[in-house]
Structure formats: structure tokens, C-alpha cells
């Protein structure tokens, strides 16, 4: 298990967003905890000094490609790209130095998964460089992959089974648990367990992880095979819960 770093950029800028509270329309609502005055390339450099392979970089609507591209430049290969991806523009991220991309709204409409714009995607950047964005969130006993800024309910839960599909067609899973997202409240452990239990590939969660304990709680509970992402909580992103050296200590000390 490792820490896997990101970086959010919400109108060009690096941000740390509760995830519950991203709209296109309604802007007044959104609840930002952290707005930086460094660009997204700053935290790129230091997660490629620091060796920090495959964290994501997360454009949350539009007015962030410029800083994404800066990002990406200065830690090429090193870093994942989401946001707005879809087969008609996935190589060029990859060219401009995305080690894989993350897709989650383009292979979803009407609430659906549409094989053909899976098997579309796999067919413009091959299994090996893409990355399935599973975030859900939960609706009765079940947990629903949601698309369009988490907003937007599918009718596909997170199982054993659609796990074991989805796998057939990426590399990795990116899951977060947008009912925790950024509010350093402590993660969603039946999610985290379900992960760790069913995922058959490389998968990395992202959810109220507010500490060195719950780094580690994500480590027992995911069997030693889930990779974490810590945001809000971190101290370069504004929060007192966790500092980023700390988080790196913890990568070193599980070897990665």
C-alpha cells in the first residue's frame, strides 16, 4: 500500500472542494476548503522530487487545461489525468505527459455503462494507460458509481461483479467516497473493505482520510491492497491532520 498524491484544479486553480458540493449551477453552494497560491507545476516538482508515481491530477470543469498541461510537464509520466477526458482527446494527454487517463462520464449515459464507448476508449489509449473513476456514492444498502461532478446517480452499484468487469478494461480503479470527500471526517470503511475484498486490479481510494491512523485503518481495512490519496487533511493543502512528509515517511516505510 502507498499514498498516492493529487491535485485538484477547479478554474485554474489548485483547490481542495467537498466533493458533495460540486454543481455547474449552482457555484453559491460550492464549499472550497483551500484555494492555493502555488500552481498546480509546484506540486507536480515536488511530487516528482519526492518520487510520488501515479497521483492524479484532477481537472474539476472547465478553465484548467493550461495549469494541467504546466502540471504534467513538470512531472511527465508521473501523474494520471482526469477530467473531461474522452476518446477524441485522451491521446493528446497522453502525449502531453499523462501516464494514463481517468475516465468515468464519457463510457456512462442515461445512468448506463455503453460498452461501445468502453471498448471505444480502450481502442484510442489501450487498457494499460486507462483508469476507470468509480466514485461513488451510497443510496440505500448499495454503493452508486456517480458521474458529472458526483452529482448525477447511476443506475451501477460498486460489487464484486461490476468490479470484475470493469477490470477487463483498465488498468487501475480510482475510487472516491464522495459522501466523505474532503470533509476529514474519517473514510467510509464498508466501501473500503468491499475494495479491498472484491478489486482484482490496482486500486486507489480517496475519502476522509484525516490522518496517519486512518492511512493506516485504509491499509488494514483494504488488505494491504488499496492505495490511499489524502487531500483536505494534508498540511500543503491547508489542513492540520496530517503532513505531507509524513505521508511520504509512510511510503518509504511500506517499501514503496
Given at each position: 500500500m502507498k499514498f498516492r498524491p493529487c491535485i485538484d484544479l477547479h478554474h485554474g486553480r489548485v483547490k481542495q472542494i467537498v466533493g458533495s458540493t460540486l454543481s455547474d449551477e449552482q457555484q453559491e453552494n460550492l464549499t472550497i476548503n483551500f484555494a492555493s497560491d502555488q500552481p498546480a507545476s509546484h506540486y507536480a516538482a515536488m511530487y516528482k522530487q519526492d518520487g510520488l508515481f501515479g497521483g492524479h491530477v484532477i481537472m474539476?470543469?472547465?478553465?484548467?487545461?493550461?495549469?494541467?498541461?504546466?502540471?504534467?510537464?513538470?512531472f511527465p509520466g508521473g501523474l494520471q489525468l482526469g477530467g473531461g477526458i474522452t476518446a477524441d482527446n485522451a491521446a493528446l494527454w497522453l502525449d502531453r505527459g499523462a501516464s494514463a487517463v481517468i475516465v468515468t462520464s464519457a463510457v456512462f449515459t442515461d445512468g448506463m455503462v455503453h460498452e461501445d464507448r468502453l471498448e471505444e476508449m480502450v481502442r484510442a489509449v489501450g487498457k494499460e494507460r486507462l483508469v476507470l473513476d468509480l466514485s461513488c456514492r451510497k443510496k440505500g444498502d448499495a454503493y452508486y458509481i456517480v458521474t458529472d461532478r458526483w452529482q448525477k446517480f447511476t443506475q451501477v452499484a460498486v460489487s464484486?461483479?461490476?468490479?470484475?468487469?470493469?477490470?477487463?478494461?483498465?488498468?487501475?480503479?480510482l475510487i472516491h467516497a464522495v459522501d466523505v470527500e474532503g470533509k476529514c471526517a474519517g473514510i467510509e470503511e464498508e466501501l473500503t473493505e468491499m475494495l479491498g475484498r472484491f478489486s482484482p486490479i490496482p486500486t486507489t481510494y480517496a475519502g476522509g482520510v484525516k490522518n496517519l491512523a486512518d492511512l493506516y485503518r485504509v491499509k488494514e481495512l483494504g488488505l494491504n491492497r488499496l492505495d490511499a490519496t489524502i487531500g483536505s487533511a494534508l498540511d500543503i493543502f491547508g489542513g492540520t491532520g496530517i503532513t505531507y512528509v509524513d505521508a511520504v515517511?509512510?511510503?518509504?516505510?511500506e517499501g514503496c
Amino acid at each position: 500500500m502507498k499514498f498516492r498524491p493529487c491535485i485538484d484544479l477547479h478554474h485554474g486553480r489548485v483547490k481542495q472542494i467537498v466533493g458533495s458540493t460540486l454543481s455547474d449551477e449552482q457555484q453559491e453552494n460550492l464549499t472550497i476548503n483551500f484555494a492555493s497560491d502555488q500552481p498546480a507545476s509546484h506540486y507536480a516538482a515536488m511530487y516528482k522530487q519526492d518520487g510520488l508515481f501515479g497521483g492524479h491530477v484532477i481537472m474539476l470543469g472547465p478553465g484548467n487545461e493550461a495549469a494541467a498541461t504546466r502540471a504534467l510537464q513538470a512531472f511527465p509520466g508521473g501523474l494520471q489525468l482526469g477530467g473531461g477526458i474522452t476518446a477524441d482527446n485522451a491521446a493528446l494527454w497522453l502525449d502531453r505527459g499523462a501516464s494514463a487517463v481517468i475516465v468515468t462520464s464519457a463510457v456512462f449515459t442515461d445512468g448506463m455503462v455503453h460498452e461501445d464507448r468502453l471498448e471505444e476508449m480502450v481502442r484510442a489509449v489501450g487498457k494499460e494507460r486507462l483508469v476507470l473513476d468509480l466514485s461513488c456514492r451510497k443510496k440505500g444498502d448499495a454503493y452508486y458509481i456517480v458521474t458529472d461532478r458526483w452529482q448525477k446517480f447511476t443506475q451501477v452499484a460498486v460489487s464484486e461483479q461490476s468490479l470484475a468487469y470493469f477490470a477487463n478494461h483498465c488498468c487501475e480503479f480510482l475510487i472516491h467516497a464522495v459522501d466523505v470527500e474532503g470533509k476529514c471526517a474519517g473514510i467510509e470503511e464498508e466501501l473500503t473493505e468491499m475494495l479491498g475484498r472484491f478489486s482484482p486490479i490496482p486500486t486507489t481510494y480517496a475519502g476522509g482520510v484525516k490522518n496517519l491512523a486512518d492511512l493506516y485503518r485504509v491499509k488494514e481495512l483494504g488488505l494491504n491492497r488499496l492505495d490511499a490519496t489524502i487531500g483536505s487533511a494534508l498540511d500543503i493543502f491547508g489542513g492540520t491532520g496530517i503532513t505531507y512528509v509524513d505521508a511520504v515517511a509512510f511510503n518509504r516505510r511500506e517499501g514503496c
